[in-house]
Protein backbone atom coordinates (compact mmCIF):
# COMPACT_ATOMS: atom_id res chain seq x y z
CA UNK A 1 0.00 0.00 0.00
CA UNK A 2 1.05 3.83 -0.63
CA UNK A 3 2.64 5.68 2.26
CA UNK A 4 -0.46 8.18 1.86
CA UNK A 5 -3.36 6.28 3.53
CA UNK A 6 -6.80 6.68 1.64
CA UNK A 7 -9.63 7.26 4.03
CA UNK A 8 -13.49 6.89 3.19
CA UNK A 9 -16.08 9.39 4.97
CA UNK A 10 -19.31 7.63 5.38
CA UNK A 11 -21.42 10.09 3.26
CA UNK A 12 -25.21 9.25 4.04
CA UNK A 13 -25.75 11.81 5.80
CA UNK A 14 -24.23 14.41 8.42
CA UNK A 15 -20.66 17.06 8.18
CA UNK A 16 -19.19 15.02 5.36
CA UNK A 17 -16.92 17.52 4.09
CA UNK A 18 -15.60 18.83 6.78
CA UNK A 19 -14.13 15.67 7.87
CA UNK A 20 -12.80 15.30 4.06
CA UNK A 21 -10.94 18.52 4.59
CA UNK A 22 -10.10 17.54 8.12
CA UNK A 23 -8.33 14.22 6.50
CA UNK A 24 -6.80 16.11 3.65
CA UNK A 25 -4.95 18.35 6.01
CA UNK A 26 -3.93 15.64 8.14
CA UNK A 27 -1.91 14.07 4.76
CA UNK A 28 -4.47 11.27 4.28
CA UNK A 29 -6.28 10.74 0.51
CA UNK A 30 -9.65 11.33 2.02
CA UNK A 31 -12.95 9.78 -0.05
CA UNK A 32 -16.82 10.12 0.14
CA UNK A 33 -17.96 6.11 0.69
CA UNK A 34 -21.68 5.54 -0.21
CA UNK A 35 -21.41 2.38 -1.98
CA UNK A 36 -20.04 -1.13 -0.99
CA UNK A 37 -17.52 -0.99 -3.72
CA UNK A 38 -15.70 2.38 -2.02
CA UNK A 39 -16.01 0.81 1.50
CA UNK A 40 -13.82 -2.07 -0.11
CA UNK A 41 -11.49 0.32 -1.40
CA UNK A 42 -10.27 2.32 1.91
CA UNK A 43 -7.57 1.75 4.45
CA UNK A 44 -9.51 3.38 6.98
CA UNK A 45 -13.52 5.00 7.52
CA UNK A 46 -14.80 8.40 9.49
CA UNK A 47 -18.30 8.52 10.51
CA UNK A 48 -19.52 11.41 10.62
CA UNK A 49 -21.83 13.94 13.00
CA UNK A 50 -25.38 14.08 11.92
CA UNK A 51 -28.39 11.60 13.02
CA UNK A 52 -27.80 8.67 13.89
CA UNK A 53 -31.16 7.22 13.81
CA UNK A 54 -31.11 8.70 9.72
CA UNK A 55 -27.22 7.12 9.20
CA UNK A 56 -28.68 3.83 10.69
CA UNK A 57 -31.47 3.83 7.88
CA UNK A 58 -29.41 4.95 5.17
CA UNK A 59 -26.73 2.22 5.62
CA UNK A 60 -29.94 -0.49 5.48
CA UNK A 61 -31.55 1.41 2.41
CA UNK A 62 -27.63 1.68 0.41
CA UNK A 63 -26.71 -2.25 1.40
CA UNK A 64 -23.88 -0.56 3.07
CA UNK A 65 -24.80 -2.08 7.21
CA UNK A 66 -23.63 -5.75 6.68
CA UNK A 67 -20.63 -4.29 4.91
CA UNK A 68 -19.83 -1.72 7.55
CA UNK A 69 -19.92 -4.33 10.05
CA UNK A 70 -17.93 -6.76 8.67
CA UNK A 71 -15.03 -4.79 7.63
CA UNK A 72 -15.58 -2.57 11.21
CA UNK A 73 -15.17 -6.36 13.08
CA UNK A 74 -12.47 -7.21 10.82
CA UNK A 75 -10.41 -4.59 12.60
CA UNK A 76 -10.77 -2.01 10.04
CA UNK A 77 -9.76 1.60 11.67
CA UNK A 78 -12.69 3.63 11.85
CA UNK A 79 -13.00 6.88 14.17
CA UNK A 80 -16.87 8.05 14.92
CA UNK A 81 -17.12 11.59 15.79
CA UNK A 82 -20.73 12.14 17.73
CA UNK A 83 -23.25 10.59 15.96
CA UNK A 84 -20.60 8.37 14.65
CA UNK A 85 -19.37 7.81 18.06
CA UNK A 86 -23.22 6.21 18.46
CA UNK A 87 -22.67 4.03 15.31
CA UNK A 88 -19.81 2.65 16.85
CA UNK A 89 -21.43 1.76 20.27
CA UNK A 90 -22.40 -2.29 20.65
CA UNK A 91 -25.57 -0.70 22.63
CA UNK A 92 -27.45 2.26 23.09
CA UNK A 93 -29.12 3.04 26.05
CA UNK A 94 -32.04 4.98 24.56
CA UNK A 95 -32.30 3.81 20.65
CA UNK A 96 -35.17 5.05 18.90
CA UNK A 97 -37.40 2.11 17.79
CA UNK A 98 -35.74 0.04 15.34
CA UNK A 99 -32.39 2.05 15.43
CA UNK A 100 -29.17 -0.23 15.29
CA UNK A 101 -25.74 0.58 14.94
CA UNK A 102 -22.45 -1.45 13.26
CA UNK A 103 -20.71 -1.82 17.19
CA UNK A 104 -17.36 -2.07 17.23
CA UNK A 105 -16.71 -0.41 20.62
CA UNK A 106 -17.72 -2.21 23.64
CA UNK A 107 -19.44 0.33 25.67
CA UNK A 108 -22.99 1.92 26.25
CA UNK A 109 -23.79 5.38 24.92
CA UNK A 110 -26.60 7.39 25.93
CA UNK A 111 -27.99 9.52 22.86
CA UNK A 112 -28.47 13.75 23.36
CA UNK A 113 -27.02 13.38 26.99
CA UNK A 114 -25.59 16.74 26.83
CA UNK A 115 -28.61 18.63 25.79
CA UNK A 116 -30.84 19.83 22.94
CA UNK A 117 -29.54 21.64 19.99
CA UNK A 118 -29.75 25.09 21.28
CA UNK A 119 -28.08 23.47 24.35
CA UNK A 120 -24.96 22.81 22.48
CA UNK A 121 -21.59 24.36 23.72
CA UNK A 122 -18.04 24.33 23.45
CA UNK A 123 -15.51 23.23 26.07
CA UNK A 124 -11.37 22.45 26.36
CA UNK A 125 -10.95 18.38 26.26
CA UNK A 126 -7.43 17.49 27.33
CA UNK A 127 -7.43 14.32 24.89
CA UNK A 128 -4.94 11.34 25.37
CA UNK A 129 -2.34 11.03 22.75
CA UNK A 130 -2.71 14.60 21.54
CA UNK A 131 -0.04 16.67 22.57
CA UNK A 132 -0.01 20.12 23.37
CA UNK A 133 -3.25 22.25 24.63
CA UNK A 134 -6.34 20.93 24.95
CA UNK A 135 -9.07 19.84 22.08
CA UNK A 136 -11.71 22.53 21.58
CA UNK A 137 -14.46 20.05 22.05
CA UNK A 138 -17.95 21.31 20.00
CA UNK A 139 -20.62 18.75 21.47
CA UNK A 140 -23.88 19.41 19.03
CA UNK A 141 -26.74 17.12 20.66
CA UNK A 142 -24.20 15.49 21.64
CA UNK A 143 -23.86 11.66 23.15
CA UNK A 144 -21.79 10.23 25.98
CA UNK A 145 -20.60 7.36 27.12
CA UNK A 146 -22.37 5.38 29.97
CA UNK A 147 -20.21 2.79 30.59
CA UNK A 148 -17.02 0.56 28.79
CA UNK A 149 -15.77 -2.49 28.77
CA UNK A 150 -12.55 -3.85 29.93
CA UNK A 151 -10.72 -3.39 26.40
CA UNK A 152 -11.84 0.27 25.88
CA UNK A 153 -9.54 2.97 26.25
CA UNK A 154 -10.80 5.77 27.84
CA UNK A 155 -8.90 9.16 26.06
CA UNK A 156 -11.06 11.70 28.20
CA UNK A 157 -14.10 12.90 29.90
CA UNK A 158 -16.10 16.28 30.31
CA UNK A 159 -18.20 16.85 33.35
CA UNK A 160 -17.46 13.43 34.74
CA UNK A 161 -18.83 12.20 31.71
CA UNK A 162 -16.68 10.10 29.22
CA UNK A 163 -16.41 12.07 26.01
CA UNK A 164 -13.63 9.68 23.73
CA UNK A 165 -12.74 6.24 23.48
CA UNK A 166 -10.82 3.69 22.13
CA UNK A 167 -10.75 -0.03 21.53
CA UNK A 168 -7.90 -1.24 18.99
CA UNK A 169 -8.26 0.29 16.17
CA UNK A 170 -11.95 2.11 16.52
CA UNK A 171 -11.65 5.71 17.95
CA UNK A 172 -14.83 7.84 19.26
CA UNK A 173 -15.31 11.33 20.02
CA UNK A 174 -18.66 13.00 21.30
CA UNK A 175 -17.50 15.89 19.87
CA UNK A 176 -16.62 17.22 16.42
CA UNK A 177 -12.98 18.26 15.74
CA UNK A 178 -13.69 18.26 12.55
CA UNK A 179 -15.51 22.00 13.22
CA UNK A 180 -12.75 23.85 14.92
CA UNK A 181 -9.56 23.51 12.34
CA UNK A 182 -7.47 22.37 14.84
CA UNK A 183 -6.94 18.52 13.20
CA UNK A 184 -4.62 16.67 15.54
CA UNK A 185 -7.37 14.35 16.13
CA UNK A 186 -7.82 13.76 12.47
CA UNK A 187 -3.78 13.59 12.71
CA UNK A 188 -3.68 10.90 15.04
CA UNK A 189 -6.70 8.60 12.82
CA UNK A 190 -4.66 9.02 10.24
CA UNK A 191 -1.73 7.38 12.11
CA UNK A 192 -3.64 4.55 13.37
CA UNK A 193 -4.36 3.65 9.70
CA UNK A 194 -0.81 4.17 8.59
CA UNK A 195 -0.10 1.64 11.93
CA UNK A 196 -2.27 -0.87 10.87
CA UNK A 197 -1.89 -0.80 6.86
CA UNK A 198 2.42 -1.28 8.07
CA UNK A 199 1.30 -4.08 10.21
CA UNK A 200 0.17 -5.63 6.88
CA UNK A 201 -3.00 -6.89 8.47
CA UNK A 202 -5.70 -4.74 6.43
N1 LIG B 1 -24.10 16.24 16.25
C1 LIG B 1 -24.54 15.00 16.23
O1 LIG B 1 -24.00 14.14 15.55
C2 LIG B 1 -25.80 14.74 17.02
C3 LIG B 1 -26.08 13.28 17.23
C4 LIG B 1 -27.56 13.05 17.43
N2 LIG B 1 -28.01 13.56 18.68
C5 LIG B 1 -27.88 11.56 17.30
O2 LIG B 1 -28.49 10.98 18.13
O3 LIG B 1 -27.51 10.96 16.33
Redesign the pocket.
Known amino acids: MSATPVIGVLALQ??VREHLIALATADAVARPVRRPEELAEVDGLVI????????SKLAHLFGLMEPLRARVHAGMPVYG??????MLADKILDPRSGQETIGGIDMIVR??AFGRQNESFEAAVDVAGVEGDPVEGV?????WVESVGASVEVLAEHGGHIVAVRQGSALATSF?PELTGDHRIHSLFVDMVRAKAASGSL
Open positions: GDPGGESTTITCAGLIRNFIRAPH
